[in-house]
Nanobody, 127 residues
Framework: LSSAAGVWGGLVQPGGSLRLSCAAS????????IGWFRQAPGKEREGVSC????????YYTDSVKGRFTISRDNAKNTVYLQMNRLKPEDTAVYYC????????????????????WGRGTQVTVSS
């Protein structure tokens, strides 16, 4: 898995937007649930969003609901995390991972069931 933070990198002002990409090679992402996690300095890793495998049900942690959107582009074998109205507290290293259990990603603070992890992308929200 590889992840990237768009053309301008991972620095954005509060209130701004950024789109993260998670691309895979060697397997078809559509067959698997994909999760996005983040870890801020000094904090535990948390599940941010997840998209299920067969029916593309989406899940979000409460702090990002209404601001973040997860989606798939099967033709590009890529999953995106569109992040709008970013806040300084969204600053973290973001990781994509698969396969995952979406309920675990969002509701289990100790979830550690992901099989493969992306390298991580720094997102900094600062003025």
């Amino acid at each position: 898995l590889s992840s990237a933070a768009g053309v301008w990198g991972g620095l954005v002002q509060p209130g701004g937007s950024l789109r993260l990409s998670c691309a895979a090679s060697g397997f078809t992402m559509d067959y698997y649930a994909i999760g996005w996690f983040r870890q801020a300095p000094g904090k535990e890793r948390e599940g941010v969003s997840c998209i299920s495998s067969s029916d593309d049900i989406t899940y979000y942690t409460d702090s990002v609901k209404g601001r973040f959107t997860i989606s798939r582009d099967n033709a590009k074998n890529t999953v995106y995390l569109q992040m709008n109205r970013l806040k300084p507290e969204d600053t973290a290293v973001y990781y994509c991972a698969t396969p995952v259990d979406c309920v675990g990603v969002i509701y289990d603070p100790n979830y550690n069931g992901a099989g493969n992890w992306g390298r991580g992308t720094q997102v900094t929200v600062s003025s």
